[in-house]
């Protein structure tokens, strides 16, 4: 044998055989586990190119008033937005996609391009369905177009204070928007899609949840009413050259707000410009000093307290009386001996006096507090004040004189209404709701016989001698109460800054309707309640009762304005010439 290592053709034969067949099990083996056994993961690597989980965008509920009305709705618009990553890729793109979004190219270049390692990029909200189309179908990669709702107000600023807004993400902001926020929101869906390259959806793959649209509210608001105690009110500040004022309707039985409007307001579709002066509901987040119209409550206490009936005679000669602080109470004139029911008639300062005194402190609070006062009343509106009730512990013998008469304390219009439509409802005081047929049960808070007094005391007031003769609606027996107060400035009261107040219930036999009227300094040589908001109550009423269809308490006279109202409003016969 030869030193060489030995060489046969044969080993080298199966050598190369061998790593053929090995290299062939390797490939065999490899094309098995990507067909077979990865197969899953290449297939949504392809896919998740394409696919995209995609919100399903849904509507938030409408609001409507008791009787179906649309009050606030939501209409869909569509808003653009990118992928930076994917549109920068394309800058050539970027001056014809800022023509037709109308944005200045230098701030669409900014917007994108700061966030350019994000996915996504909001280029322009809330566009109409046909303006968005035509941006999406320019091609542009990496834009894309989003189904979104936009809240419109019919209404506009008749309703602005009570219905509040949402913001541009449709959230609840201000007013019953805000307080019913997650009953109107409805639930976003969500859902797989398979994308083109050009972004457009080509398949929807499957549902990952279905949307569930907000819930409507019915609210207790009835637009005719409203819209009556708007242009009334409007009309009223534009005459007199006040500078605010508000009007709450409440139905006395259930204590549910019919209308509630204030003056500035605002229109809630472009909030533009709207300061918060405008945008204010001020029968809820406004307090005034009661004055005069605090005296009913006084001389409840006093019935109760079985110390007067409707018919005691109480002197206020010589029409002024000093108070222990120093203060000198005046009447407006010397009204002399009144009733009790002369008191509110004449609206007597020294009257109303003269009835605290037979009261006791805790008794004369005690009273007011029944009545509301010093409390958020319930309603459940955003930012609602309670007022203010100082405690009677801490009354001096002025504070229980001047209380008792209306000053020294303060209520919003809100709380006003809510206590005059306790006395209407037979003592029952009832929590206001903003909810069609969300009255709760009411607390009883003055015997019944009591509230029936008062009432007939109230009815002088708009009766030949009272102060609010304009409140008067024919055919219809009128209670209420004006008041004429001057403005508390710094620490004294201003001399020629007044609230003109007037509150009242129609109709007085059975009341429907509990209305406080309440304006801030009107300007002219009348500024009392009287003068100013008891005719407001008269025009707002006179067309509610006619809408909700109220039976008269006269009929004979009823009839009879129906008929001068029908001669008045026909045309002037044609005078047909003899041939
Ligand atoms: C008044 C007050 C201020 C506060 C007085 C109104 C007081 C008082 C200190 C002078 C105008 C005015 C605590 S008036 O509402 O008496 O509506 O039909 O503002 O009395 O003591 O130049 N009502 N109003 N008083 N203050 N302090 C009368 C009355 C009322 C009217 C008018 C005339 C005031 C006809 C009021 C009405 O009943």
Redesign the pocket.
Known sequence: MSGRSSYSPRKRLMVVGGVLAACCVVLVARAAHLQVISEEFYQQQGDARFLREVPIATSRGMITDRNGEPLAVSSPVESIWANPKELLVHPDRLPELAKALQIPLDVLTRRVSERADKEFVYLRRHLNPDVAEEITALGIPGVYSQREFRRFYPHGEVLAHVLGFTNIDDRGQEGLELAFNEWLTGQEGSQRVIRDRRGRIVENVDLVRAAEPGKDLVLSIDRRIQYLAYRELKAALIETGATSGSVVVLDVPTGEVLAMVNQPSYNPNSRVGADAEARRNRSVTDVV?P??VM?TLTLAAGLEAGKFTPETLIPTAPGYMPLPGG?T????RNYGTLTLAGILTK?S?VGAIKVSNELSADHQYDMYHRFGLGQRSGSGFPGELPGVLPLARRWGPTEKA?IS????LSVTPLQLARAYAAIGNDGRIMTPTFVKGGAGEGEQVIDPAIARQLMDMLETVVGPEG??RRAAVTGYRVAGK?????K?DGGG?AAKR?A?VFVGLVPATNPRFAMAVVIHEPQGLE?????VSAPVFHRVMDGALRLMDVPPDDIEKWYAAQEARARKKAPAPVRQEAP
Not at 405 to 408: D, V
Not at 482 to 486: N, Q, V
């Open positions: 000093e004055g005069s005296k203060y109470v005046r009447d407006f609206s300062n001047t008469y209306g000053y020294g102060t609010a004006t008041g004429t107060s001057r508390a009261y007044y003109a500024y009392g309640g009287g003068a």
